[in-house]
């Protein structure tokens, strides 16, 4: 992806944007499921071929896994109303997948915080990921605002400015630009066609 010139997101939401905006392959799953793993706790970070990792065991299971997360990062960016079925929906489906546990607490030296430590039940990746995404909305005040599809690239990419933001990179603003200039040269020439037919 290209380097973005907006804001940082928060830590939490870079975990989820990196999973939400990952391509799986035969090669590269494993390190997929094993990165961004360090805040679950469980020391497994090396990558075995002939093990499960994180309680996956096929580039199948772990697609399917990664493509209805995916999904549901899909549902937070065009959520609306937090008052909606859909809304409440949401909020269900992320509980459920998480299975999040408070183990403790411990002081964040940083920010002077009191911050709870967690942990998903299995410790799996299914848990983490849902468990990344409900610690990242709740750290983020207005997080349905915030996050954003490239309606170039289809990239889902966090923006807190208040303006609509639409695409990722500006890169995929030149290219929306370039297609919305050549859009426009159409619509003139096709307006202009059945004028000259009259004349
Ligand atoms: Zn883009």
């Known amino acids: 992806m290209a380097r973005r010139e907006r804001q940082d997101a928060p830590e939490a939401i ?32 090396s ?22 997360f995916k999904e549901t ?14 809304a409440a929906d949401l909020a269900r489906d992320i509980s459920e997948r998480a299975r999040i546990k408070v183990t403790g607490f411990g002081w964040d030296t940083e920010s002077g915080r009191f911050y709870p430590r967690w942990a998903t039940e299995h410790d799996t ?38 303006r609509p933001a639409r695409y990722c990179s500006q890169r995929c603003r030149s290219r929306g630009s370039a297609r919305e200039f050549r859009a426009g040269i159409h619509r003139r020439r096709a307006r202009r066609r059945p004028k000259s037919r009259t004349q």
């Open 14 to 45: 870079e975990v989820v944007l990196r999973f939400a905006n990952s391509e799986l392959t035969e090669d590269n799953w494993r390190q997929v499921v094993a990165s961004g793993f360090e805040p679950v706790g469980t020391g497994q970070t």
């Open 73 to 86: 990062v899909s549902r937070v960016v065009d959520l609306k109303d937090l008052e909606s079925p859909s």
């Open 125 to 162: 990746f299914l848990e983490a990921l849902y468990a990344q995404l409900a610690i990242a909305l709740s750290q983020t005040a207005g997080i349905a605002r915030t996050l954003h599809r490239c309606s170039e690239c289809g990239t889902i990419f966090y923006d807190r400015s208040v």
């Open 47 to 68: 990558v075995d071929p002939k093990r499960p990792i994180f309680g996956v065991s096929s580039f199948r299971e772990a697609k399917e896994i990664l493509d209805e």
